[in-house]
């Protein structure tokens, strides 16, 4: 069973801070997504990374993959109200049984105080 | 476009009742997944269907537990008897042949007394 570790679980930073949620597992992932949920509505892709090393940028978010493809991080930049969701990540089964499935970490609630 | 849609948005119902939920999944899109959402257990996969036929069930929590795709454009969850620890967010997700990006709906919000 692929399990994700994603840490920290809860999130409470003044508007203007930097943080980083860690998503780990000891399974490699063919890939890794991130979503974002608001309260009342399902998951909303952010990114996928693919490659081992990987980092991508949505304008103040950094997505980064390790290079094992066992882990992963997102990083915001002087989080503003906005940001405020819960953040998921989700690695897709590398093969066989696991194939087209999503594991899903327990996700990061992030609160943003103007 | 419609996003995935789900019926109902909201069910509250007595232990014991039959709970049907439905998915009517993205134009297009051949695999269909059914979640399940709490506070103590996060998002966990159910099952999931490609081109209408179920692919992995493991997820499934007990027999009360049974979905169907008999169309590539409609789905059902359903769970008889419900029981309390039941109450959840249930969500369906599809994705497209070609992508890994699932696109879910807005969620059935069970609350079963």
């Known amino acids: 069973t692929q399990l994700l570790e994603q840490s920290p679980q809860f999130l409470s930073i003044q508007e203007g801070e930097n943080l980083t949620v860690y998503c780990n597992s000891s399974?490699?992932?063919?890939?890794l997504q991130w979503y974002r949920q608001e309260p009342g509505e399902g998951p909303v892709l952010l990114v996928t990374?693919?490659?081992?090393?990987e980092v991508k940028k949505l304008k103040r978010l950094t997505f980064q993959f390790g290079d094992a493809r066992k882990d992963s991080s997102l990083h915001i930049t002087a989080a503003q109200p906005g940001d405020t969701g819960l953040y998921l990540c989700?690695?897709?089964?590398?093969?066989?049984?696991?194939?087209?499935?999503?594991?899903f970490g327990q996700g990061t609630i992030l609160t943003v105080h103007p | 476009d419609a996003g995935v849609i789900q019926s109902p948005r909201h069910e509250v119902t007595e232990m014991g009742q039959e709970v049907t939920l439905r998915c009517k999944p993205i134009?297009?899109?051949?695999?269909l997944f059914w979640y399940r959402q709490t506070m103590m257990r996060g998002l966990e996969l159910l099952i999931y269907f490609n081109n209408n036929v179920p692919i992995d069930d493991s997820g499934m929590p007990e027999d009360r537990f049974s979905a169907k795709m008999p169309n590539a454009s409609f789905s059902t969850l359903k769970i008889q008897p419900s029981e309390p620890r039941d109450s959840a967010v249930y969500f369906c997700a599809s994705r497209e042949p070609t992508g890994e990006t699932q696109y879910f709906g807005p969620g059935t919000r069970l609350l079963v007394l």
């Open positions: 989700a690695g897709a089964g590398a093969g066989g049984t696991s194939y087209g499935k999503l594991t």
């Open positions: 990374v693919v490659t081992g090393g």
């Open positions: 134009s297009g899109h051949n695999s």
């Open positions: 399974s490699v992932f063919s890939s």
